[in-house]
């Protein structure tokens, strides 16, 4: 996660443990994160500055703000039977499902020493994943293909795992362009690969739901670097085997 210089935080950060605690979580998790001067974006994980017990603490306040989005929406929740329950399925849904990425940590992933010294092009894909816009909340729903180059000191990881870490990475409001990215820098730092490539193509709701209501366009960028940067060959080889996935 993107971090600022370290300084001493302004005075009017420095509270009392007995007034953080009549905060709400919200904004204890707030201070924490300012007082370290760590950046909170919509696509941050924020899980390290979240204590026990303070996810539950988050859902009942998202969910007693969202009666408040229906209210402001003039739609009975007392009488009708159909969004009674609504405010507290979103916030479950937001802060345990679709945007778990900000707020879970890492998933455990085993890595292995490459005792084979494999260095052959390997392709993980299509991986199913699942986003949401950061400027409507409206899903992204995609495919990600990765390719890995490794050489001997690489770290070789199940197969499953690149779906954990894509999921993890994925289930954050955002844009696709640096939800690529981030993924590409995870993988990067865990794999150490002498190349890696990631493609992701996907549709997205805020395009098809709303605006100009273009059911069939999706979005596809990738990611290439070290050797898929490098060589025109292997970057070929790598775009080639994933069209041949598609027939």
Partial sequence: MPSIPAKPPPARLLRSEDELAALPASERIRWRLV???????????????????????LRA??????HEVLRALVIDTEHDHNTRDTARRVAKMYIDEVFGGRYEPMPKVTEFPNAEQLNELMIVG?????????????PIFGRVWIGILPNEHSNLIGLSKYARV?????????????AVTMLANELQQRVRPDGLAIVMEADHFCMHWRGVKDSDSAMVNS??????????????????LLARKDK
Avoid: Y
Avoid at 61 to 66: D, G, L, P, S
Avoid at 223 to 236: H, P, Q, S
């Fill in 61 to 66: 306040e998202v969910e007693a703000r969202m």
């Fill in 223 to 240: 990611v290439m670097r070290g050797a898929f940067l490098k060589d025109a060959n292997l970057r070929r080889e790598f775009l080639s």
């Fill in 126 to 138: 299509p991986i199913t994943v699942r986003s949401a816009c950061s400027h409507h909340l409206c």
């Fill in 166 to 178: 894509a999921d993890w990475i994925m289930s954050r409001p955002q844009i696709q362009e640096e």
């Fill in 35 to 57: 007082g370290a001067e760590r950046r909170f974006h919509a696509n941050d994980n924020i899980a390290e500055f979240v204590r026990a017990g303070e996810l539950a603490e």
